[in-house]
């Protein structure tokens, strides 16, 4: 059965059984050192169970001391700890500059490299999508981990995949970079592969077509008018390649778009999973983001696995399988967040779970990441999918325990800085009728001719799971909340721009 899970991917990996995956696509946060609070603090969600790669702290260090202490025992684990004792020794000249990024980066990616290999099949194999500046260091550690049993009849490694696109950028004193790294390994020398059939898509205007390119002779593609498009031709030796260049990135123009941070087009994944599974294969994506590779493996046929450490990803991951083939939770296995209202009690009880209760019912409300967070605050912003009213902020947030008055007042701070147009407070117990009487005293927030309560309750019960649409029943909110599936051509979700590497 496909499965989703939401936590700390090391801590999922290692519950998988050995050699049970067929294919891994995995396509971890580029260590760009970039500072991206916006995503870090909402799409990856800093306060569920993320974690911050690029520093050398004491959780990095602990981990590091996990890898020494398992090498003692496990043959794999000590060819990655003698691989990584050398970059302890190159890296610590950079404590001071970068904080150990680089060093943290490689412990944080070390033990889920030899998890992967453990589970992955003998005829397996995997490719592992990388920034440039981390390529080089990431397939040494592969190297070392893939060959730790120094199999002379066998080179895990098969290609370095040049991924050569297309991007607007500005100038500086240096090459645009127009490229990222796809490094291609195998288990054993008795792997799948097919040779990979080519794309033929226009530039600018690519049809979302993971489906529609299965099986269709190569040719000039038409669009909804039958008219055929500009497009790009290749000789069909290009396909061979280790460079892709036809494959472009996806324009804000595509109906694939979703609005995730730095989305990778389908078609991309679609030509790994073709190649090197066949149908009924299971395929895993340890870092999932948005979903493509789910995308392109049901599209394709195949056993998916998708594990993420943000709800935030996963909601619009199910939003995509829901909109492009109709799933629903009840068709795979959903792992790590609440679905009935014990699970949500359960949740509740656990302080550390509080923000992953928060942000899964703000989700539930139809609420996104708002493009308006605010870069020196905490605070994670909102907003509704309608983009129409995107201008909308929320703040949404959960409180354990009976509620009172002492749970409102912070709140209100939020209205009174005009940091937020509407506050909705999410609780297991209704509220007191004195938190009802503060909330009707704060004025109105006036939008577009009508006016809206700034402060609003939404006590989370058994009825939402068996009537979702319930929860509109008291909230009062600008547009329309319920969002009715759109056309194809429509799938997507108001951009947010980052620079990550979540897919």
């Not at 967040?337 to 550390?352: D, G, I, W």
Request: glycine share 4%.
């Amino acid at each position: 059965m496909n499965k989703l899970y939401l936590g700390d991917n090391l801590d999922i990996l290692r519950k998988i059984k050995d050699e049970s995956v067929d294919l891994i696509c995995a396509n971890p946060p580029f260590n760009t050192g970039i500072d991206n609070k916006e995503y870090i603090s909402v799409f990856s969600t800093k306060n569920e169970s993320s974690t911050h790669t690029c520093t050398w702290d004491e959780k990095a260090e602990d981990a590091r001391v996990g890898i020494k202490e398992r090498s003692e025992s496990c043959k794999i684990y000590k060819a990655l700890n003698e691989y990584l004792s050398g970059y302890d020794m190159l890296l610590s000249n950079a404590m001071t500059g970068n904080k150990g990024a680089m060093r943290a980066y490689l412990t944080f990616m070390g033990p889920r490299l030899v998890e992967m290999h453990r589970i992955l099949t003998e005829t397996g194999s995997m490719y592992m999508h990388c920034d440039p500046n981390i390529s080089h260091y990431i397939k040494v550690l592969m190297d070392a981990i893939w060959n730790h049993d120094n199999r002379k009849e066998s080179n895990s490694f098969k290609n370095e995949i040049v991924w050569y696109y297309r991007s607007p950028s500005s100038a500086s004193k240096k090459y645009r970079r127009m490229h990222d790294i796809i490094l291609f390994y195998t288990k054993t020398e008795d792997y799948a592969f097919t040779t990979p059939k080519p794309i033929y898509e226009n530039e600018l205007f690519r049809r979302y077509t993971v489906k529609d390119t299965i099986g269709r002779k190569p040719d000039r593609m038409q669009d909804d008018k039958e008219k055929y498009k500009r497009i790009r031709t290749r000789t069909d030796d290009a396909f061979l390649r280790d460079v892709w260049d036809d494959i472009g990135i996806l324009s804000p123009m595509v109906a694939e778009r979703l609005g995730y941070p730095t989305q990778k087009p389908s078609l991309l994944y679609t030509r790994m999973i073709e190649t090197s599974s066949k149908e009924g294969d299971v395929v895993l994506d340890p870092f999932c983001g948005g979903g493509t590779t789910l995308d392109a493996a049901q599209a394709l046929n195949r056993k998916w696995i998708g594990i993420d450490s943000s709800i935030i990803a996963l909601d619009v991951t199910e939003r995509r399988l829901k909109d492009r083939y109709n799933l629903k939770q009840s068709d795979y296995e959903i792992v790590g967040f609440p679905k009935n209202f014990e699970e949500v009690r359960e949740l509740a009880s656990q302080e550390t779970k509080h923000n992953i209760l928060a942000y899964w019912a703000a989700t539930r409300l139809n609420l996104m990441p708002s493009k308006n967070v605010d870069k020196k605050s905490d605070i994670a912003l909102w907003a509704l999918r309608d983009e129409k009213r995107s201008d909308v902020r929320f703040v949404a947030e959960f409180k354990a325990g009976k509620p009172s008055p002492d749970q409102v007042r912070p709140l209100l701070e939020y209205i009174e800085n005009d940091t937020t147009d509407i506050v909705i407070l999410m609780t297991l117990e209704p509220v007191t009728s004195e938190m009802q009487e503060i909330a009707g005293e704060i004025e109105k927030f006036k939008y577009k001719g009508l006016t809206f309560p700034r402060l609003q309750f939404w006590q989370i019960t058994d009825k939402f799971f068996k009537d979702p649409e319930s929860i509109y029943d008291k909230l009062k909110i600008p547009g329309k909340l319920r969002v009715k599936p759109t056309k194809k051509s429509d799938r997507r979700f108001p951009d947010i721009q980052f620079d990550s590497s979540t897919k």
